[in-house]
């Protein structure tokens, strides 16, 4: 099992969420924009074995979230980098970009994964999106709750080998660490 470590970077998050925003224009439904992220962090893992934005990952009744993510869009929530260039309308269920924000924490590899992903599935609607996300091998069922899904577990079902998996422990502890010590 691979340890909780602080990990999710709020300004990274941004910038991806940011970035996805304006692909679509500025503004997305908010179920698919969760959808969609949760599917960017999917392919980089299962590319790269290497997280985007480094969120908690949960099986929820509408399919997998990335938790901080979720969060983020929730009202009340004291989100500083967030809430200064995105915001959600719950009314309306959208998400908007408020205001444009730098890229400096996204590579150009993240940049083209933003993409890539969002030409697949923009034009996916919620139902397909749904369903798909129902049958990813790593959905768990949680009744009106959340599971949080184990990133070895994830890896696994990914097809990564057992050193594979054993490279990625060592590379969130050597991140965690990194960014203990420039807090």
């Not at 049958?135 to 990914?158: H, M, W």
Request: charged share 30%; with cysteine.
């Amino acid at each position: 099992m691979v340890e909780k470590l602080p990990l999710y970077d709020e300004t990274k998050a941004t910038q991806v969420a940011a970035f996805l925003l304006g692909q679509s224009g500025g503004s997305m439904g908010l179920l698919k924009f969760i959808k969609i992220m949760y599917n960017i962090e999917r392919e980089a893992l299962s590319r790269w074995s290497y997280p985007v934005t480094h969120s908690t990952i949960c099986s929820m009744e509408d399919g997998q979230v990335l938790s901080e993510i979720y969060d983020n869009t929730k009202p009340h929530k004291f989100r500083p980098v967030w809430n200064e260039h995105i915001e959600t309308d719950r009314e309306t269920n959208t998400i908007t970009l408020k205001k444009t924000c730098p890229m400096g924490k996204l590579c150009r590899a993240e940049v083209e994964l933003i993409k890539e992903i969002y030409r697949r599935d923009k034009d996916k609607d919620i139902a397909t999106l749904l369903k798909e996300h129902h049958s990813y091998p790593e959905y768990v069922a949680p009744g009106t709750s959340s599971i949080k899904t184990d990133y070895e577990r994830l890896l696994t079902l990914l097809g990564k080998t057992p050193q594979q998996i054993s490279a990625f422990k060592k590379d969130m502890r050597g991140v965690a660490y990194l960014k203990k010590i420039t807090a």
